[in-house]
């Protein structure tokens, strides 16, 4: 069965550096998207991206964040200069049509700032 | 605006007893629900989704849930806990093909 692919599965980093989530989408998805959850916290929508570009973001993805589709498989998620507060799973997301009827997610990045 | 609310962070069963996990959503239109399973080191897994068909929705693996729109529940069973249920269980509400909105999870121990 296809699946969304995600790497690192663990990222530490430090406080103020940048650091880059990958993930592989399933190959013919055109419906992406980025999700965390902070620890014993809810999951929480970032963004949604189509057609190269963003279509949807929440509250929480602010001028530090940011998605690119690089070469039309991969899916990143950058995050400029990490907080503290940024600490979290992150989960990728993929959807042929848009629809959360079909939503395959990754197995997440646990992303660690100290 | 739609929430979700799971009661209890951790649900412990025994082995072949009633699992019965919680979910109360709020949504301002019909909504579409979700229960998404996360295995340890693995993605989120859709479990069922009731989407304004039947009220009560069968999924994968024995799990089960019914759509109580009087009650704005919509409460994940299943009849015989196995050792494999182990898991961490997600409750997601959609309104109106809005990003899904997720409950904070239930953990689910099952002892043997």
């Known amino acids: 069965e296809p699946e969304v692919t995600q790497t690192p599965s663990h990222q530490v980093t430090q406080m103020g550096q940048e650091v880059i989530l990958r993930c592989v989408p399933i190959?013919?998805?055109?419906?992406f998207y980025w999700y965390r959850q902070i620890l014993g916290q809810k999951v929480e929508f970032l963004v949604s991206?189509?057609?190269?570009?963003?279509?949807?973001k929440s509250e929480i993805f602010d001028d530090q964040f940011s998605v690119e589709r690089p070469d039309g498989s991969n899916f990143t998620l950058k995050i400029r200069s990490t907080k503290l507060e940024d600490s979290a799973m992150y989960f990728c997301?993929?959807?042929?049509?848009?629809?959360?009827?079909?939503?395959?997610f990754g197995s997440g990045t646990q992303l660690s700032v100290l | 605006a739609q929430s979700v609310t799971q009661l209890g962070s951790h649900v412990s069963v025994s082995e072949g007893a009633l699992v019965l996990l919680r979910c109360n959503y709020s949504?301002?239109?019909?909504?579409?629900l979700f229960w998404y399973v996360q295995y340890p080191n693995q993605g989120l897994q859709l479990l069922l989704k009731?989407?304004?068909?039947?009220?009560l929705v069968k999924g994968i693996n024995g799990f089960e849930a019914e759509f109580k729109k009087s009650e704005t529940s919509f409460h994940l069973t299943k009849p015989s806990a196995h050792m494999s249920d182990a898991a961490e269980y997600f409750c997601a509400v959609d309104s109106g093909n809005t990003p899904l909105v997720f409950g904070k999870g239930t953990r689910l121990s099952v002892i043997a």
């Open positions: 997301a993929s959807s042929y049509r848009g629809t959360n009827e079909k939503l395959f």
């Open positions: 190959s013919n998805h055109l419906y």
């Open positions: 949504s301002s239109v019909p909504p579409y």
């Open positions: 009731y989407t304004s068909a039947a009220t």
């Open positions: 991206f189509y057609n190269n570009e963003i279509s949807e």
